[in-house]
């Protein structure tokens, strides 16, 4: 039974970090996907980050550059972290995955191409 457990959320200023962390389970990460993916208020749910089995990572363009999307498969754990937050990242981020060998690309930041959903976790930033 896959499950995904989310935290590290929390309040932040502008230009400020977190590193959210995913414990995931029931799964095999040699045949998994993993992303970032996050709804802000009056939003629909956007991608942020994806990694594949082979360490591929894509990310949205309004992340790039701020963001790391990294897992460490001996913890079972995937993380995200976010450096120089802005109050437009503010939103609820869940972690999901999907069962593929490869998510290379833009493409795989699509929400419906995802199986599996953590509950979320809220990150707000003040500005």
């Known amino acids: 039974q896959v499950q995904l457990v989310e935290s590290g959320g929390g309040s932040v200023q502008a230009e400020g970090a977190l590193r959210l962390s995913c414990a995931a389970s029931?799964?095999?990460?040699?045949?998994?996907?993993l992303g970032w993916f996050r709804q802000a208020p009056g939003k629909e749910r956007e991608g942020v980050a994806v990694?594949?089995?082979?360490?591929?990572?894509t990310y949205a363009d309004s992340v790039k550059g701020r963001f790391t999307i990294s897992e460490d498969n001996a913890k079972n754990t995937l993380y995200l972290q976010m450096n120089s937050l802005t109050p437009e990242d503010t939103a609820i981020y869940y972690c999901?995955?999907?069962?593929?060998?490869?998510?290379?690309?833009?493409?795989?930041?699509?929400?419906?191409?995802?199986?599996?959903w953590g509950q979320g976790t809220q990150v707000t930033v003040s500005s």
């Open positions: 999901a995955t999907r069962s593929a060998l490869t998510c290379a690309g833009s493409y795989y930041l699509s929400v419906p191409l995802w199986n599996y």
């Open positions: 029931g799964f095999n990460y040699d045949y998994y996907c």
């Open positions: 990694i594949d089995p082979h360490g591929s990572t």
